[in-house]
């Protein structure tokens, strides 16, 4: 089974702070995601990687930048966090293109 | 714009009853995939059809597609407490991205005992 793992479930920062989201999948995987959920918003996707050291930018980048330096792990950053990004952090994986992703438990991000 | 659109946003039934949520969208798919999300929690993938496809079973579930309305249902048969979720349908664009899924707002299930 994939597993995908998130280093935190809840977490409370304050405004300004910089914040590291960490997910880490143990099945090979070639492509990483964070979305952010919201009510009534839905799922938005933030950014993605295909490859190592590779990135693309979401629907929402603004605010945030990512880090893809093993293939295993994918760190989000949020490089000064504002209220606005409190919310359900997302990590997912697959193994090519658009099939199916397999998700982390999320993390919750409180921002004071 | 948002691909993905499901219908309807909530759905309370008794245990027992079959559960019917639609998703409709508005461009051209390469596939189109269901996901559960348990309260508080990740996603989890339940079925992937392809846009060549027209109906799949998984289990007590059955998903169809019909590319010419745009629109896809999935069905949970005889439904159980533990079905009490949301369900999201997830579009890929072929005219898009690679990679990129456009998740819908979801359909809150809820069965009661």
């Known amino acids: 089974d994939v597993k995908v793992t998130q280093s935190s479930r809840y977490l409370v920062k304050r405004t300004g702070e910089k914040v590291f989201l960490e997910c880490v999948q143990d099945m090979d995987h070639e492509n990483m995601f964070w979305y952010r959920q919201d009510p009534g918003l839905g799922l938005r996707l933030i950014y993605f990687s295909y490859d190592v050291k590779m990135k693309e930018k979401g629907d929402i980048p603004e605010g945030y930048s990512v880090s893809r330096e093993k293939k295993e792990r994918f760190s989000l950053i949020l490089e000064s966090a504002s209220t606005n990004q409190t919310s359900m952090y997302l990590c997912?994986?697959?193994?090519?293109?658009?099939?199916?992703?397999?998700f982390g438990p999320g993390t919750r991000l409180l921002v004071l | 714009s948002q691909q993905g659109e499901e219908d309807p946003q909530a759905l309370s039934i008794q245990e027992g009853e079959n559960a019917t949520m639609n998703c409709s969208y508005k461009?051209?798919?390469?596939?189109l995939q269901w996901y559960r999300q348990n309260s508080g929690r990740g996603l989890v993938h339940l079925i992937l059809?392809?846009?060549?496809?027209r109906e799949k079973h998984s289990g007590r579930l059955r998903v169809t597609l019909d590319t010419s309305k745009k629109s896809s249902s999935l069905l949970i048969t005889a439904s159980r407490a533990a079905d009490t979720a949301s369900y999201f349908c997830?579009?890929?664009?072929?005219?898009?991205?690679?990679?990129?899924?456009?998740f819908g707002k979801g359909t809150l299930l809820t069965v009661n005992p």
């Open positions: 997830a579009t890929s664009d072929s005219g898009g991205s690679n990679y990129k899924l456009t």
């Open positions: 461009t051209s798919i390469n596939n």
């Open positions: 997912a994986s697959s193994l090519a293109g658009v099939e199916t992703q397999y």
């Open positions: 059809i392809r846009s060549n496809e």
